[in-house]
Nanobody, 126 residues
Framework: VQLVESGGGLVQAGGSLRLSCAAS????????MGWFRQASGKEREWVSC??????YYDDSVRGRFTISSDRAKNMVYLEMNNLKLEDTAVYYC??????????????????????WGQGTLVTVSS
């Protein structure tokens, strides 16, 4: 299993970025996918997750971020708009087997995911 994030960078507050996560080595449709972030000196925190048609967001990003997936390309995306200084963090993509059942609640804990990417840094400047 391999997850590779890309799309991070430096952006001004109010700007937008689109993060991508390329998944390989597993049956993409059998997994739920999540995005987490970790700011310097802080714990890793959940941002959003998706399984089949079920999508969940943390309150801090709801209305600004959009998660999506493309099964044909084995890709997960995180469209981030109206970025704020507090969105600065390393963003991680994560995957967890669905075991035949879609997620009917958000998977918000890092321990709920078995596979992780290396992360991509998002820096929001004033």
């Amino acid at each position: 299993v391999q997850l590779v994030e890309s799309g991070g960078g430096l952006v001004q507050a109010g700007g937008s970025l689109r993060l991508s996560c390329a998944a390989s080595g597993f049956a993409f449709g059998d997994y739920g996918m999540g995005w987490f972030r970790q700011a310097s000196g802080k714990e890793r925190e959940w941002v959003s997750c998706i399984s089949d048609g079920n999508i969940y967001y943390d309150d801090s990003v709801r209305g600004r971020f959009t998660i999506s997936s493309d099964r044909a390309k084995n890709m997960v995306y995180l469209e981030m708009n109206n970025l704020k200084l507090e969105d600065t963090a390393v963003y991680y993509c994560a995957a967890e087997p669905l075991w035949g059942s879609s997620w009917y609640r958000a998977r918000t804990l890092p321990d709920e995911y078995d596979y992780w990417g290396q992360g991509t840094l998002v820096t929001v400047s004033s």
